[in-house]
Nanobody, 127 residues
Framework: QVQLVESGGGLVQAGGSLRLSCVVS????????MGWFRQAPGKEREFVTA????????YYADSVKGRFTISRDNTKNTVYLQMNSLKPDDAAVYYC????????????????????WGQGTQVTVSS
């Protein structure tokens, strides 16, 4: 079966960095667009960033542009999220997701644009 397993979350001070990983199995990873979403307590799950199948194109939410970087290694079936200059507002559970949506489609920012989800990893940012 398809599995997406996130890791790398934790507690960090404001201004610090974390690198999240998501290892995928059970599907042809190199065919899929990969995305990261996050959900803070009491809030809707929101789009963070996405990367196309080859890694050649990326798309970021305005709130993280210039601070976060998404990348992927198709030889390791893994997508990464490097998070720098973290702010308390970045605290949330971070989820990776896989879908066949094009980065050009508006659904890239929507949960419905993805078919498979991980269980999430907690990121806590202290001020």
């Amino acid at each position: 079966q398809v599995q997406l397993v996130e890791s790398g979350g934790g507690l960090v001070q404001a201004g610090g960095s974390l690198r999240l990983s998501c290892v995928v199995s059970g599907l042809t990873f190199s065919r899929y667009t990969m995305g990261w979403f996050r959900q803070a307590p009491g809030k809707e799950r929101e789009f963070v960033t996405a990367i196309n199948w080859s890694g050649g194109s990326t798309y970021y939410a305005d709130s993280v542009k210039g601070r976060f970087t998404i990348s992927r290694d198709n030889t390791k079936n893994t997508v990464y999220l490097q998070m720098n200059s973290l702010k308390p507002d970045d605290a949330a559970v971070y989820y990776c997701a896989a879908g066949l949506t094009s980065l050009a489609s508006p659904t890239i920012r929507q949960r419905g644009g993805y078919d498979y989800w991980g269980q999430g990893t907690q990121v806590t940012v202290s001020s």
